[in-house]
């Protein structure tokens, strides 16, 4: 059996131990997504994922990405309609050290201005091109028409109108509302023992 452990706080974390190869990673899943964008805020979730990791108190984007290079590593973020992830993959023997970095950036994102300009502009490109796909233009408005005020009523990147006024300042009360221990679970995966993760 794979052990649940209930961690202080309410958060839950599961190990499954696998000796296939000297990798470890770790995933955190947290309840929320596009269900609990705010009102008028839609494409705030997919904004924060591909901002989440350019920055945080401690370091720049470019020293975050030199750090995951010293640790032989890797990490993405992602989201959906319930949930947002952060997860990295380290080599079993930097995995200690890059569990720092990693909870950093979990916890500490500061979401820099320009990064957020940057990323909202190609956002709102993408948008734009939408017109031109048939598939997605159709899509958007079913679900416009099937989910009504629902927060599921459009695609994650948002709409237009919502996107450009979404602010540094809502990505980090969002993340601050979110990142709770009742709301998150860790997966921990890879060569490694349940005490050693502990």
Not at 124 to 132: A, C, D, F, G
Not at 137 to 153: E, I, K, R, S
């Given at each position: 059996?794979?052990?649940?452990?209930?961690?202080?706080?309410?958060?839950?974390?599961?190990?499954?131990?696998?000796?296939?190869?000297?990798?470890?990673?770790?995933?955190?899943?947290?309840?929320?997504?596009?269900?609990?964008?705010?009102?008028?805020?839609?494409?705030?979730?997919?904004?924060?994922?591909?901002?989440?990791?350019?920055?945080?108190?401690?370091?720049?984007?470019?020293?975050?990405?030199?750090?995951?290079?010293?640790?032989?590593?890797?990490?993405?973020?992602?989201?959906?309609?319930?949930?947002?992830?952060?997860?990295?993959?380290?080599?079993?023997?930097?995995?200690?050290?890059?569990?720092?970095?990693?909870?950093?950036?979990?916890?500490?994102?500061?979401?820099?201005?320009?990064?957020?300009?940057?990323?909202?502009?190609?956002h709102?490109?993408?948008?734009?091109?939408?017109?031109?796909?048939?598939?997605q233009?159709?899509?958007?408005?079913?679900?416009?028409?099937?989910?009504?005020?629902?927060?599921?009523?459009?695609l994650?990147?948002?709409r237009?109108?919502?996107?450009?006024?979404?602010?540094?300042?809502?990505?980090?009360?969002?993340?601050?509302?979110?990142?709770?221990?009742?709301?998150?679970?860790?997966?921990?995966?890879?060569?490694?023992?349940?005490?050693?993760?502990?």
């Open positions: 059996p794979i052990p649940v452990i209930d961690l202080p706080g309410g958060s839950k974390l599961i190990v499954q131990t696998d000796r296939k190869a000297p990798l470890v990673s770790i995933r955190t899943v947290i309840d929320g997504g596009q269900r609990a964008e705010p009102q008028g805020k839609a494409g705030l979730v997919r904004l924060l994922t591909s901002v989440w990791d350019m920055g945080t108190s401690l370091h720049s984007a470019a020293e975050i990405e030199r750090d995951l290079d010293r640790l032989g590593a890797s990490l993405s973020a992602s989201s959906d309609r319930d949930a947002l992830q952060l997860s990295a993959r380290f080599l079993k023997e930097t995995f200690a050290a890059g569990l720092e970095l990693y909870f950093e950036i979990l916890a500490e994102p500061t979401f820099p201005e320009a990064e957020v300009e940057r990323e909202r502009a190609a709102l490109r993408y948008l734009e091109t939408l017109k031109e796909n048939r598939f233009f159709a899509f958007q408005h079913f679900l416009q028409t099937f989910y009504g005020a629902h927060p599921y009523n459009h994650a990147l948002g237009r109108d919502s996107l450009a006024s979404v602010t540094r300042a809502d990505l980090l009360a969002f993340h601050d509302m979110l990142l709770r221990p009742d709301r998150t679970v860790y997966v921990v995966v890879g060569d490694i023992a349940v005490d050693e993760v502990l």
